[in-house]
């Protein structure tokens, strides 16, 4: 409470010239911009992956030819391929 007392005390004898020089001085909040480029990159590979993810009877051949074939998409664009 001593703290509010003493800058009472101090803003009391300010004179409307001071006051203004210490409003100037102080910065107003500034509007925040928020990065999205991560998550417009991220939505932008899940789409990739899921535009050419072949679906298991487009693929001729066993589950695990299948499975190879979409493990290789998924690298091609991990290692940022037509991105």
């Given amino acids: 409470m001593s ?3 003493d800058i009472e005390s101090l803003v009391v004898d300010l004179t409307p010239e001071q006051i ?6 102080i ?5 925040r911009k928020i990065d999205t480029s991560y998550s417009k990159r991220s939505n932008a590979v899940t ?3 899921f535009s050419a993810e072949p679906t298991p009877h487009m693929v001729d051949g066993t589950f695990d030819m299948y499975s190879q ?3 290789a ?3 091609q664009i991990k ?3 037509d991105i």
């Fill in 3 to 5: 703290i509010a007392k």
């Fill in 79 to 81: 290692s940022g391929v």
């Fill in 47 to 49: 789409q990739l992956y």
């Fill in 69 to 71: 074939e979409r493990e």
């Fill in 20 to 25: 203004k020089a210490i409003l100037k001085g």
């Fill in 27 to 31: 910065k107003k909040p500034s509007i």
């Fill in 73 to 75: 998409i998924w690298q």
